[in-house]
T-cell receptor, first 114, second 115 residues
Framework: AQSVTQPDIHITVSEGASLELRCNYS??????LFWYVQSPGQGLQLLLK??????LVQGIKGFEAEFKRSQSSFNLRKPSVHWSDAAEYFC????????????FGTGTRLQVFP | NAGVTQTPKFQVLKTGQSMTLQCAQD?????MSWYRQDPGMGLRLIHY???????DQGEVPNGYNVSRSTTEDFPLRLLSAAPSQTSVYFC??????????????FGQGTRLTVV
């Protein structure tokens, strides 16, 4: 069965520090992977996605993620965090090109200190 | 374009009451889905639809009904609300395309409390 694990429930970083949010997936075929961000009281916004090709994916707001098949991982990174990045981040896997059925991780809440 | 619109934004129900959460999209997307979000559990799929007249169950369908009579609308019905259905509900839509441009667009959510 497909599953997504986000091991870190809560991460705190200082503004300007680098960030890495971990995501591990379980899926039998080539996964289609997504990172979403949710600000308090808001819906989900897509940060980036991986379908195929280059394993380093660039997204919005300066985020990037690297797909590592050997480690079943799709970690999200940002070199320098801004206070406005404080939010909850969700990793998700989809079946093929179908985005009607997404399996989400439990999320990582990011807190940024000035 | 409005994107995905959910109504209402907030709702309080008494146990046993019924209600319908509305979801509409104006992007002509084939796929539409309903998720619920609970603390520490991420988002879980309730029901989804791959087109008008076609629906199927997701991971947590019990207590919910859906129908898809038009491409634009995908309402979620709670027939007899229970406290366990207290949650934040998100509707999503996406384009059924065999390309890398497809992604799911989410509404702003409906926060439902059942007392």
């Amino acid at each position: 069965a497909q599953s997504v694990t986000q091991p870190d429930i809560h991460i705190t970083v200082s503004e300007g520090a680098s960030l890495e949010l971990r995501c591990n997936y379980s899926y039998g075929a080539t996964p289609y992977l997504f990172w979403y961000v949710q600000s308090p009281g808001q819906g989900l916004q897509l940060l980036l996605k991986y379908f195929s090709g280059d394993t380093l994916v660039q997204g919005i707001k300066g985020f990037e993620a690297e797909f590592k098949r050997s480690q079943s991982s799709f970690n999200l990174r940002k070199p320098s965090v801004h206070w406005s990045d404080a939010a909850e981040y969700f990793c998700a896997v989809g079946a093929g090109y179908n985005t009607d059925k997404l399996i989400f991780g439990t999320g990582t809440r990011l807190q940024v200190f000035p | 374009n409005a994107g995905v619109t959910q109504t209402p934004k907030f709702q309080v129900l008494k146990t046993g009451q019924s209600m319908t959460l509305q979801c509409a999209q104006d992007m002509n997307h084939e796929y539409m889905s309903w998720y619920r979000q609970d603390p520490g559990m991420g988002l879980r799929l309730i029901h989804y639809s791959v087109g008008a007249g076609i629906t199927d169950q997701g991971e947590v369908p019990n207590g919910y009904n859906v129908s898809r009579s038009t491409t634009e609308d995908f309402p979620l019905r709670l027939l007899s609300a229970a406290p366990s259905q207290t949650s934040v509900y998100f509707c999503a839509s996406s384009y059924r395309g065999r390309s890398m441009n497809t992604e799911a667009f989410f509404g702003q959510g409906t926060r439902l409390t059942v007392v």
